[in-house]
């Protein structure tokens, strides 16, 4: 069971546009919230996390928008550049194993110049 | 910094045949993970080491998986026999100790079992 729903599975956008991409999660002991790029060929890297605490985190063109009622998160990307061309994976770490991950089944994003 | 190192990149095997993959993770990170990522999926944890003892391979398929981390720096990864839906990226992965630290993931080793 997919205890991370990820969507959509694919996204396209211009160069410029504001993909988001969402996740749904049940579990309510999870509270760690990070997401991961990664480029073929090479593992995920983090990039930007979020603990419930807040409803929006931003780092440079990356925004984490939280909302904990609904058990929902999602990524936008502002301004998005071809070099942003990656699969996403959010995931979600619960408070008695924080050191567990699991991930959503990642968004392939393709930016067109 | 070198990051995680892991080898071979790619492997190609008959099913049946053993197959074993190699990690070297960050200098100093005591936390160390294997992944298996299937193809168009997000990683799925097989085992996490703290130092060399598994404190989570609940996973870990231990009728023909194995595992090892010895001095708790480089670890092996072993399918024996391996079949065909072993196929995918198994990628490791590693932290410092301690509550969500960044994971560093290596580039990953693909395996085809044919």
């Known amino acids: 069971q997919q205890q991370v729903k990820q969507s959509p599975q694919s996204l396209i956008v211009q160069k410029g546009g504001i993909p988001i991409i969402n996740c749904a999660y049940e579990n309510t002991a999870f509270d760690y919230f990070p997401w991961y790029q990664q480029f073929p060929g090479k593992g995920p890297a983090l990039l930007i996390a979020?603990?419930?605490?807040?409803s929006e985190k931003k780092e440079g063109r990356f925004t984490i928008s939280f909302n904990k009622s609904a058990k929902q998160f999602s990524l936008h990307i502002m301004d998005s550049q071809p070099g942003d061309s990656a699969t996403y994976f959010c995931a979600a770490s619960p408070d008695y194993n924080f050191n567990k991950f699991y991930f959503g089944s990642g968004t392939k994003l393709n930016v067109k110049p | 910094e070198a990051g995680v190192v892991q080898s071979p990149r790619y492997k190609i095997i008959e099913k049946k045949q053993p197959v074993a993959f190699w990690c070297n993770p960050i200098s100093g990170h005591n936390t160390l993970y294997w992944y298996r990522q299937n193809l168009g999926q997000g990683p799925e944890l097989l085992i996490r080491y703290e130092n060399e003892e598994a404190v989570d391979d609940s996973q870990l398929p231990k009728d023909r998986f194995s595992a090892e981390r010895l001095k708790g720096v480089d670890s092996t990864l072993k399918i024996q026999p391996a079949e065909l839906g072993d196929s995918a990226v198994y990628l490791c992965?590693?932290?410092?100790?301690?509550?969500?630290?960044?994971?560093?993931f290596g580039p990953g080793t693909r395996l085809t079992v044919l």
């Open positions: 979020i603990r419930p605490d807040v």
């Open positions: 992965a590693s932290s410092l100790r301690g509550n969500y630290n960044e994971q560093f």
